[in-house]
């Protein structure tokens, strides 16, 4: 059974920092294109970085580049977001997502909730 498990989120001040960090249990994320995703209340979910399995490439969404970090630790099958410099409008609910890209129906994480005061 895949699990993903996000942890880290919190409330922070704006110009903060945090690291949240996904746990991949069912699966070998070295194998998938692993992603985060955020949704912030009334808004759709939207992509915000990502590392390609087959390059180990990186990818960022616009509105995070050079301010957020993606990577992973293939040992502990775990992936990381790095975040800092947050802003209020980085407020959302972070999803991890695990993707094959074959077809298969991808894998999501619980999500955990990132809180921006300003």
């Known amino acids: 059974q895949v699990q993903l498990v996000e942890s880290g989120g919190g409330l922070v001040q704006a110009g903060g920092s945090l690291r949240l960090s996904c746990a991949a249990s069912?699966?070998?994320?070295?194998?998938?294109?692993m992603s985060w995703f955020r949704q912030a209340p009334g808004k759709e979910r939207e992509f915000v970085a990502a590392?390609?399995?087959?390059?180990?490439?990186?990818y960022y969404a616009d509105s995070v580049k050079g301010r957020f970090t993606i990577s992973s630790d293939n040992a502990k099958n775990t992936l990381y977001l790095q975040m800092n410099s947050l802003k209020p409008e980085d407020t959302a609910v972070y999803y991890c997502?695990?993707?094959?890209?074959?077809?298969?129906?991808?894998?999501w994480g619980q999500g955990t909730q990132v809180t921006v005061s300003s």
């Open positions: 997502n695990a993707d094959d890209i074959l077809g298969s129906p991808p894998y």
């Open positions: 069912g699966l070998t994320i070295s194998k998938y294109t």
């Open positions: 590392i390609g399995w087959s390059d180990s490439k990186l």
